[in-house]
């Protein structure tokens, strides 16, 4: 089992950066392929980022690819989301989530999950 506990959030405004993390406890980390996910208010979550346990490859949503920057340390057992060029669509709670298996977009797919963070983008 693993514990998810992230930090970082806030409010911010547009063309803002942030970044979040997501630091691991419990089974080693780099056992976990990692996702970020989002809910906005009166919307379904959506995933929005992916990274496989070794960091070699990264997945992206459309509306976040060449904006946001998923990144891991398994050394310090922390998982990353650097977000530029934040935008008010951003605006939602971002959850982190850790996989046993291979990585995936489905967030149904993932067994351990952040408390989730607030990101609140101004226009």
């Known amino acids: 089992q693993v514990q998810l506990v992230q930090s970082g959030g806030g409010l911010v405004q547009a063309g803002d950066s942030l970044r979040l993390s997501c630091a691991a406890s419990?089974?080693?980390?780099?056992?976990?392929?990692m996702g970020w996910f989002r809910q906005a208010p009166g919307k379904e979550r959506e995933f929005v980022a992916a990274?496989?346990?070794?960091?070699?490859?990264?997945y992206y949503a459309s509306s976040v690819r060449g904006r946001f920057t998923v990144s891991r340390d398994n050394a310090k057992n922390t998982l990353y989301l650097q977000m530029n060029s934040l935008k008010p669509d951003d605006t939602a709670v971002y959850y982190c989530?850790?996989?046993?298996?291979?990585?995936?977009?489905?967030?149904?797919?993932?067994?351990?999950w952040g408390q989730g963070t607030q990101v609140t983008v101004s226009s």
């Open positions: 419990g089974r080693t980390f780099s056992s976990y392929a």
């Open positions: 990274i496989t346990w070794s960091g070699d490859y990264t």
């Open positions: 989530a850790a996989r046993v298996r291979g990585v995936s977009t489905i967030g149904y797919e993932y067994s351990y």
